[in-house]
């Protein structure tokens, strides 16, 4: 029996994701990425930011272990493998070239304005481009990698006996695994070297990303473990609310996505029950479905990965070539993405090769 409550769960976090998007274009709080804000005063609409980058990213790994555990119910390794090559890899990869080449030349615009790529004969600046398009596609690229490591984790324990064991974890026991989110945070590169991979590395995260993955698939893929977040949603809810307020009271101003920042007690802390707060929210309020709801299911993946071209062309060209207020901006770029998106998801997968190269979809 599907659950609802995860579908809705994930295509609500990927529209949180839009609008975060939306704000962070625009912020002047030093996070990398965007075009920058609006002098160097305070930006209050920056708050979104601290409010949602946490717990939402960890959140949608959580959700994608899960799933896999119920897909490698119903299908072998091989085949849910197979799959996950397409529907991942080939989008991470071949889509570059196809579709998300159209992003970087929106992020390499400010370097072409500075002569930068002078002398770079076409095909180079369409690889560059090609790879500086990969935006938001860091988390497909993650999730095959982890799909892949899935696969062996599963071989160490061929009986499913730790996997039945995390099955009899309380909630007390669930809430103090936000140690190991916690534990993750402390492995990114406290002091990345300019020029170096370092901030790729601290963009990906892949042992940060892998630990609620993991946890995903071993724990909270338990009908047990997600009824005992569903009794205890409304203190959950309320102790990551206090503990955001705190948090943004205390800190807002700093870069939020800085390794010190995230890995921060505070910061853990409101992370965790925020993923555990909306699991057993969305569990006790939202196991349903209707038209919209079952739309968004379906297509909530392909939006996320064609939605960012909206942002970087649309906010760069008001941000360069208008004199309109922030406040338009913003309200423009968020109407934008929101009907933009769908409409472009619409369109590319009715063209066969496109659909695959872009989605992974075979049809």
């Avoid at 963009?203 to 893929?221: A, C, D, E």
Wanted: charged residues 15%.
């Amino acid at each position: 029996m599907r659950k609802h409550w995860i579908d809705n769960l994930r295509w609500v976090t990927v529209l949180l994701v839009l609008l975060y998007h939306v704000i962070y274009f625009y912020n002047n709080k030093g996070v990398f990425g965007g075009i920058g804000g609006f002098g160097d005063g305070p930006q209050y609409q920056d708050v979104v930011m601290y409010i949602l980058y946490p717990w939402f990213m960890p959140l949608l790994f959580l959700l994608a272990g899960i799933g896999s555990r119920y897909a490698l119910e119903n299908h072998s390794a091989k085949e849910w493998f197979r799959a996950r090559t397409r529907k991942l890899l080939v989008p991470g990869t071949i889509g570059l070239f196809v579709f998300h080449w159209m992003v970087g030349y929106f992020n390499t615009a400010v370097a072409e304005r500075a002569g930068m790529l002078d002398g770079v004969p076409a095909v180079g600046k369409y690889i560059i481009m090609a790879i500086s398009g990969i935006g938001p596609l860091w988390f497909i690229q993650d999730l095959w990698l982890f799909s892949l490591l899935l696969l062996l984790v599963r071989k160490v324990d061929p009986k499913h006996r730790f996997h039945e064991w995390c099955g009899r974890l309380n909630i007390f026991w669930i809430i103090l695994m936000g140690v190991l989110f916690w534990a993750g945070e402390q492995l990114l590169i406290q002091n990345p070297r300019p020029e170096s991979p370092d901030g790729l590395y601290n963009l990906y995260k892949p042992l940060f990303y892998l630990i609620p993955f993991l946890m995903g698939y071993f724990v909270f893929s338990h009908d047990d473990v997600q009824e005992k977040l569903g009794k205890a949603w409304v203190p959950l809810i309320a102790c990551a609310a206090v503990a955001g307020i705190v948090l943004v009271a205390t800190t807002f101003g700093q870069d939020n996505t800085s390794p010190q920042y995230l890995g921060s007690p505070l910061n853990c802390i409101y992370g965790w029950l925020m993923c555990l707060a909306m699991m057993g929210w969305f569990k006790a309020r939202f196991d349903r479905t209707g038209a919209f709801a079952g739309y968004m299911t379906r297509s909530s993946y392909g939006i996320y990965i064609v939605h960012y071209l909206v942002i970087a062309s649309l906010g760069y060209i008001m941000k360069t070539y208008t004199q309109l207020p922030p406040f338009a901006m913003y309200l423009i770029l968020a109407v934008a993405v929101f009907t933009l998106s769908p409409l472009i998801y619409e369109l590319l997968r009715r063209i066969p090769f496109v659909r695959w190269c872009v989605f992974g979809e075979k049809r």
